[in-house]
């Protein structure tokens, strides 16, 4: 678990993602979260199956596979989450992805969990930078990818790259 000044990041086990495509309602309950009626939609479904399938396939890279729960120390609540896509590239490299309840956006949830899963991945070794794909009309992603440093690289007709590097490390690229 990763704790920031407001909220507490859980990643979630290869068990726990399981049940959360099963029962949301009971994997909330196991880590002890207030039960918030919602289920996984049919995409998401689907991801956290993806997902489940390469923790079993490697175990070992648990933390990059799985997603991390945002939780608000003061709702003790889901209100969204954060992950990686994949294990380390050959470069070093690790894509994030993440997603807030509307409700809970403008209130900087999301910036403050990225800061805060960015810190962890580059305590890690062999992490040299992070990088994040945008629809070039999200525009609040944008804000937040800004606030927490990350610098676009590049974009095409239809996404921003965004690239936050590693200056602890030596970059890779």
């Known amino acids: 678990m990763l704790i920031t000044e407001r909220l507490k990041l859980i990643p979630l086990t ?6 959360c495509i099963k029962n949301r309602a009971k994997m909330e309950k196991k880590l002890g979260l207030s039960v918030s009626g919602k289920q996984l939609t049919d995409k998401m479904r689907g991801i956290y199956e993806i997902k489940a399938g390469c923790i079993g396939r ?8 799985t997603y991390w ?9 889901i209100v ?22 509307e409700e ?29 794909l945008t629809l070039k009309n999200n525009i609040p992603s944008h804000r937040v990818l800004r ?18 590097e590693n200056h602890n490390k030596l970059s890779k690229r």
Do not use: H
């Not at 729960?69 to 609540?77: L, M, S, T």
């Not at 989450?81 to 590239?89: L, R, Y």
């Open 69 to 77: 729960q945002i939780v608000p120390k003061d709702k003790n609540c």
């Open 14 to 19: 290869a068990d726990n993602l399981k049940l």
């Open 104 to 132: 809970y956006r403008g209130k900087g949830y999301m910036t403050e969990a990225l800061v805060g899963l960015t810190k962890w991945a580059f305590a890690q070794p062999n992490i040299s930078a992070i990088i994040a």
């Open 147 to 164: 606030r927490a440093g990350f610098k676009i690289q590049g974009y095409d007709y239809k996404y921003i790259y965004w690239r936050l």
């Open 58 to 65: 490697d175990r070992k890279n648990l933390l990059y596979y």
């Open 80 to 101: 969204g989450e954060i992950g990686f896509k994949d294990a380390p590239n050959s470069q070093g490299e690790i894509e994030v992805g993440y997603g807030l309840e």
